[in-house]
């Protein structure tokens, strides 16, 4: 073999070496599915970061309320993820994007308004999953890096 192959596949190696040490890093759990850390709330609006150090402070306004209940839902905290997704608890998962806005800074925000047309009591979880690596990065499982419990009466 010539010697620029011997040197692509010495990169490539680097390269992936690297993208599974941060992946261990980062603490993705190592089975599929979301994990689901339990939060307790502290304010009638607000997740807590409790005993699994939730990244993401999410707030839901209103908390609770009759259907039809509009609900405005923001967060803030370490957005830097490679994918992200956003579970309603209904049944229903944005994973467009879409509710995650930056400033000219850099710093990123979630804001996303969803209605709930049912009774019951919704945990909104925000999904969060690392990804290392490219021109093609190797990605961990999603984990909940943020939640808000909404109740529709």
Do not use: E
């Not at 980062?26 to 009638?44: E, L």
């Not at 993401?56 to 908390?63: E, G, T, V």
């Amino acid at each position: 073999m010539s010697r620029n192959i011997w040197i692509g596949i010495v990169v490539v190696v680097i390269l992936a070496a690297g993208a599974w040490w941060y992946l261990d890093q980062s603490n993705v759990p190592a089975i599929s599915g979301a994990t689901q850390i339990p939060t307790q709330q502290t304010t009638p609006n607000a997740s807590t970061q409790t005993s699994g150090n939730l990244p993401i402070a999410m707030l839901a306004n209103p908390n609770s309320g009759t259907a039809p209940l509009a609900v405005a839902i923001s967060g803030s905290g370490n957005l830097f993820y490679g994918n992200l997704k956003l579970d309603f608890g209904d049944g229903n998962v944005d994973t467009s994007n879409d509710f995650i806005s930056a400033d000219s800074y850099g710093n990123k925000t979630l804001r996303v308004s969803h209605t709930y047309t049912s009774p019951g009591t919704y945990s909104i979880n925000l999904l969060g999953q690392s990804c290392a690596g490219a021109p093609m990065p190797i990605c961990g499982s999603f984990s909940t890096i943020g939640t808000v419990t909404v109740t529709v009466h």
